[in-house]
Antibody, heavy 121, light 107 residues
Framework: QVQLVESGGGVVQPGRSLRLSCAASGFSFSSYGMHWVRQAPDKGLEWVAVIWYDGSNKYYADSVKGRFTISRDNSMNTLYLQMNSLRAEDTAVYYC??????????????WGQGTMVTVSS | DIQMTQSPSTLSASVGDRVTITCRASQSISSWLAWYQQKPGKAPKLLIYDASSLESGVPSRFRGSGSGTEFTLTISSLQPDDFATYYCQHYYSYSWTFGQGTKVEIK
């Protein structure tokens, strides 16, 4: 079945780095734009980043621009989020999500279960 | 940036009630709007896209409407499984913003 599985979360000190992964299965991964969305504890959803189906375009939320990098390996059906210079306010559950379209300008129809990132000293 | 404002923030209702949630955009987003349902500890689930299109597998008691800057999600007859938090989201012009959420509680 169509599935997204995130991994790589954990506890990290402020200023350090972490890389999240999202393994896709059950669909043609290389045909879809992909997103990262986060949710701080007891807060709402915040869009983080998007990457086109072929990796040709990437956009970021202002809150993470210059610190986070989204990438993908279509041969491995895997999406990544490299998070550098982490701050306490980056503490959240991070979800990967599939865009309904190739050019990533649509709603998110498939979500992973999320991975928790805690930034704390 | 386009801001999305939902109302109310919390809604108390009973099984069988008709429930309406409103979402307003700070500028016109045509019909580029989605609605999601989220239960505690779970990922969001897409209910409605393009303002009024029902996602496959979603019960027909969920209905989306609106265009431009004002949108509504209506649940025609609230069921026990519908108690959750609902988010609107725009996807206009390669940007994505969620509303702050509406929690539907048991009255």
């Amino acid at each position: 079945q169509v599935q997204l599985v995130e991994s790589g979360g954990g506890v990290v000190q402020p200023g350090r780095s972490l890389r999240l992964s999202c393994a896709a299965s059950g669909f043609s991964f290389s045909s879809y734009g992909m997103h990262w969305v986060r949710q701080a504890p007891d807060k709402g959803l915040e869009w983080v980043a998007v990457i086109w189906y072929d990796g040709s375009n990437k956009y970021y939320a202002d809150s993470v621009k210059g610190r986070f990098t989204i990438s993908r390996d279509n041969s491995m059906n895997t999406l990544y989020l490299q998070m550098n210079s982490l701050r306490a306010e980056d503490t959240a559950v991070y979800y990967c999500a599939r865009d309904r379209g190739i050019a990533a300008g649509d709603a998110f129809d498939v979500w992973g279960q999320g991975t928790m990132v805690t930034v704390s000293s | 940036d386009i801001q999305m404002t939902q109302s109310p923030s919390t809604l108390s209702a009973s099984v069988g009630d008709r429930v309406t949630i409103t979402c307003r955009a700070s500028q016109s987003i045509s019909s580029w709007l989605a609605w999601y349902q989220q239960k505690p500890g779970k990922a969001p689930k897409l209910l409605i896209y393009d303002a009024s299109s029902l996602e496959s597998g979603v019960p027909s008691r969920f209905r989306g409407s609106g265009s431009g800057t004002e949108f509504t999600l209506t649940i025609s007859s609230l069921q026990p499984d519908d108690f959750a938090t609902y988010y609107c989201q725009h996807y206009y012009s390669y940007s994505w913003t969620f509303g702050q959420g509406t929690k539907v509680e048991i009255k």
